[in-house]
């Protein structure tokens, strides 16, 4: 069996809050326990809504922000284990799309300066190829080579992201964080953006981890789903498997909630009630105890945390999850 590009084992992402008169005050549990892999050429999408920690995932497996425990291998590498000096050819290898295309780009500088510094920084064409290297790249991303002389407040917020895009494909990257790339565009250029993505991964082979809050997005490029909630995997599986039969009751609350374009197959809303554990304690079960609707839910869900279990081509933390539950 060939290796996963991306390995995550036991992620864990604590953040620390300021206290009274400056003292420190009690740690954020943003991610606590994550593990994954991504296969090359293969789209892992990461949903949950906001603050389940996909994001946080996705930066401190780039290094953006400094992990808490766990480890991240590409390709045999311990991202999390090497230098700074060491990190930096390892950059080139693994880039990101970021959610705002606007706040990503520098506002004093030309789309094709900002796609230029990149193959600037690693010396990877000689200094007279950078403007036909960069030029070739705004082709690839469906822009015009005159492109390259707007500042981002000249571009629309489609053409921002396709910027954005080429930027990360600058230095011929194999895995790509995707965190939210279409959330802030409109809904024709969002299909457009997510064809370009599904193109490059054909072309190129790329890998990526989709991050995203919307399940009909994701259900568009990704090969496989992980679905979040407060800082934990509750459900890993193949695309179409975890849209026709979600096992975790928190996955079949998100796609409940996923317009359906055909009124006579309308499937009915779950509302959720009660309230999320606080971000400051970790509670001794299951998370999603004090919201779960599940007719099986008993004390063992609010004292036993469910550990991430094979079900068919599933992995499900739910302790009560069979198919055939109702």
């Not at 010396?123 to 981002?152: C, N, T, Y």
């Not at 193109?199 to 979040?228: K, P, S, T």
Request: charged content about 20%; proline content about 9%.
């Amino acid at each position: 069996m060939t290796e996963p590009l991306l390995q995550v084992r036991d992620l864990v992402k604590h953040y620390r809050t300021r206290g009274f008169l400056g003292g420190s005050g009690n740690p954020v549990y943003a991610v606590n326990g994550v593990s994954f892999s991504v296969a090359r050429g293969e789209t892992l999408g990461l949903v949950g809504e906001s603050g389940s920690g996909k994001t946080t995932v996705g930066r401190t497996i780039l290094r953006l922000a400094p992990a808490t425990g766990g480890s991240v291998h590409l390709g045999g590498i311990d991202v999390l284990a090497v230098t700074e000096s060491a990190l930096r050819p390892l950059r080139r290898r693994m880039q990101v799309v970021f959610q705002d295309p606007y706040s990503a780009l520098d506002p004093r500088m030309k789309a094709g300066a900002a796609v230029a510094e990149g193959i600037e920084i690693h010396h990877l064409v000689p200094k007279s190829k950078i403007p036909a290297r960069v030029a070739q790249l705004f082709e690839e991303v469906g822009l015009d080579a005159s492109w390259m002389d707007r500042f981002p407040h000249q571009c629309s917020g489609g053409q921002r992201q396709r910027i954005g895009i080429a930027r990360a494909l600058a230095v011929d990257p194999e895995f790509l964080v995707c965190d939210e790339p279409v959330s802030a565009l409109d809904v024709s250029v969002q299909a457009q953006v997510l064809n370009l993505f599904a193109d490059l991964q054909q072309q190129r082979g790329l890998a990526y981890l989709f991050i995203a809050h919307d399940l009909a997005v994701v259900r568009q490029l990704a090969h496989r789903v992980a679905v979040m909630y407060f800082g934990r995997i509750v459900e890993i599986a193949p695309t179409e498997s975890i849209v026709r039969t979600p096992l975790h009751p928190y996955t079949q609350a998100l796609l409940s909630a996923v317009p359906e374009p055909d009124p006579a197959r309308q499937r009915a809303r779950i509302v959720l009630h009660g309230e999320p554990p606080r971000r400051g304690v970790l509670p001794p079960g299951c998370p999603f105890a004090s919201r779960c609707f599940h007719p099986g839910r008993d004390q063992r869900c609010t004292t036993e945390l469910p550990a991430l279990r094979p079900l068919g081509p599933t992995l499900v933390a739910c302790h009560h999850a069979e198919p055939s539950n109702p």
